[in-house]
């Protein structure tokens, strides 16, 4: 089984980090792992995205032209990648800053207001962490407890933040399950 | 081996020198290399060792002959223009037969070109690139486990031969991040550097005095030492080359030559073809100097083999050298793309059944 996730969504947003951890959780889950920055002159316009590919075989092409998942948290990102999700994946949107939906009637869309629910815990930065929680529940392709272990490693150095991150990626989770 | 973390090849293959004994880092930040020397700004005195960002590429091509010179492990790191402007040190060090390791993580070109992932430069780093009859011993990773592996062994081999070592990645390979052990430690000393090193005689084990040069005025002085440097060049034909074997035990109807990012796509085609009933083998060359010339060549030969597709992200090189191995025998064909936008599996997969 072959799982790839599109994270996409302004520079700045944490994109790229959430992309890692949950490469980062996967691999201590026994998975293969790839993980692919967007470093091309889109990232000069604002976009940054990521792309993860998670597999129980060694991973052939790292390049997915149609992701199975995608995080979109803005509105350029779900206008950009939502047609290309494959069916039956999972579509996260960012409702906070992004009011359209996919229009997919083949995918497990969710719509979670990441950038809001990081405000009322403290801090806008958290969103990302947010939308990684309800991701990761709601596709279920990592163990939770490993996503909360690499989230944890990731933020080592800045251990304060530790208690925000746990209380994001919980409130990401609950969402997940309430809708 | 320790435990599997998680890494950007750039930062990898940074790692890797550090592990593999090289405490000297000479370099110039050009995209999509530029983590190298970011990561190594940071390791390199952690560890005792030296980085040093070169006023330009120019400039650190020579810093590596020096340092080499010296008897010290070195490398660089840079991308395609910037191996460009080193080609002409990189002939030098060849002639002056000192150890170095280049590692080249090409983007599109020609020119400025792009910064997105390509294979361009591989008459570059296999044919020449800097004037003269010299060849590097040329490795091409498809992982970022690879990349460290072979960043491991380059270093040996480059003193093995007095001679330079490239690593040939692509922007992907420098960009992505895999899980990666790193192999033990190998001592910061070159074994036989008392062979050219011009250290001073004190810090010598012999009483050979050592000279670093490459000008040889005299014809029949200058034709015996690239007699020389050929000698070696045979010898790396012997022992050196590397390739992986894909799907070749089947009876496959078409061959690919691939080699790195680019033939991880072609193993996914190879693997949804043999779904569909379609057996196609390949030969990934893991060496490009030395190329496996027997191993393509013999697997082009299999009965079963009607076509051979040497498909890579330039504009038809390393297809030259492919055909150059199959010797007529069979049709010899090119896919490839240089723009950045990597081949899809889909795509590779169009192709193959186009040719069948």
């Known amino acids: ?179 | 081996m320790g435990k599997k973390v998680l890494m950007k090849g750039n930062e990898a293959i940074g790692e890797a020198a550090i592990r593999a004994g090289c405490l000297n880092y000479f370099a110039y930040p050009i995209t999509p290399q530029s983590e190298v020397a970011e990561y190594l700004a940071k390791r390199m005195p952690e560890v005792g060792g030296v980085f040093v960002q070169g006023e330009s590429e120019v400039a650190v091509g020579y810093m590596l002959f020096g340092a080499s010179g010296a008897g010290a492990r070195v490398f660089t790191t840079s991308s395609s223009p910037g191996i460009s402007l080193m080609s002409e040190a990189i002939s030098y060090i060849a002639g002056a037969q000192c150890p170095a390791v280049f590692v080249n993580i090409i983007r599109g070109g020609p020119g400025l070109g792009g910064i997105l992932p390509s294979q361009g430069d591989y008459f570059q780093s296999v044919k020449g690139g800097g004037h003269g009859d010299y060849r590097m011993l040329v490795m091409a990773p498809a992982s970022v486990q690879e990349a460290v592996e072979m960043m491991m062994v380059a270093f040996p081999l480059a003193e093995k031969y007095r001679n330079p070592v490239m690593i040939l990645g692509d922007g992907l390979i420098g960009q992505m991040m895999e899980p990666v052990e790193f192999p033990d430690q190998l001592s910061t000393e070159p074994s036989n550097k008392d062979d050219w090193a011009a250290n001073g005689m004190e810090y010598r084990r012999s009483d050979k005095r050592n000279l670093v040069k490459s000008l040889y005025l005299d014809p029949e002085q200058l034709n015996n030492h690239n007699l020389l440097l050929k000698s070696k060049y045979e010898r790396m034909k012997q022992e050196e080359i590397r390739y992986e074997a894909y799907n070749t035990d089947s009876d496959y109807i078409s061959l690919i030559v691939s080699y790195g990012t680019m033939s991880r796509v072609c193993k996914t085609a190879i693997d949804n073809l043999k779904e569909e009933g379609i057996e196609v083998g390949m030969i990934r060359p893991q060496t490009l100097f030395p190329f496996p010339e027997t191993a393509i060549h013999d697997a082009a030969g299999k009965p079963s083999c009607k076509s051979v597709m040497s498909i890579e992200m330039s504009m038809g090189q390393m297809v030259e050298d492919v055909e150059r191995c199959v010797k007529g025998n069979r049709p010899v064909g090119w896919y490839g793309k240089c723009g950045g936008d990597v081949p899809t599996p889909e795509e590779i997969m169009h192709v193959i059944k186009e040719g069948i």
């Open chain 1, 1 to 179: 089984m072959q799982h790839e996730v599109m994270f996409a969504g302004f520079g700045g947003q944490g994109i790229l980090m959430i992309g890692k951890i949950l490469a980062h959780a996967a691999m201590e889950a026994g998975q293969e792992v790839a993980w692919i920055p967007s470093y091309g002159p889109e990232m000069r316009g604002g976009t940054a995205y990521c792309q993860v590919v998670i597999s129980d075989r060694p991973i052939g092409s790292p390049i997915i032209k149609s992701p199975r998942h995608l995080v979109a948290m803005n509105r350029p990102s779900l206008e950009k990648f939502a047609e290309a999700v494959k069916p039956g994946g999972v579509i996260l949107i960012n409702s906070s800053l992004c009011p359209d939906r996919s229009g997919r009637t083949d995918v497990d869309e969710l719509a979670v207001p990441v950038t809001d629910l990081a405000k009322e815990l403290g801090s806008v930065r958290a969103a990302n962490i947010v939308a990684l929680g309800a991701f990761a529940a709601r596709s279920g392709i990592v163990d939770f407890e490993l996503i909360r272990e690499a989230v944890k490693e990731e933020f080592i150095h800045k251990e304060k933040l530790i208690p925000l991150e746990m209380k994001a990626l919980d409130a990401g989770r609950a969402e997940a399950e309430k809708h």
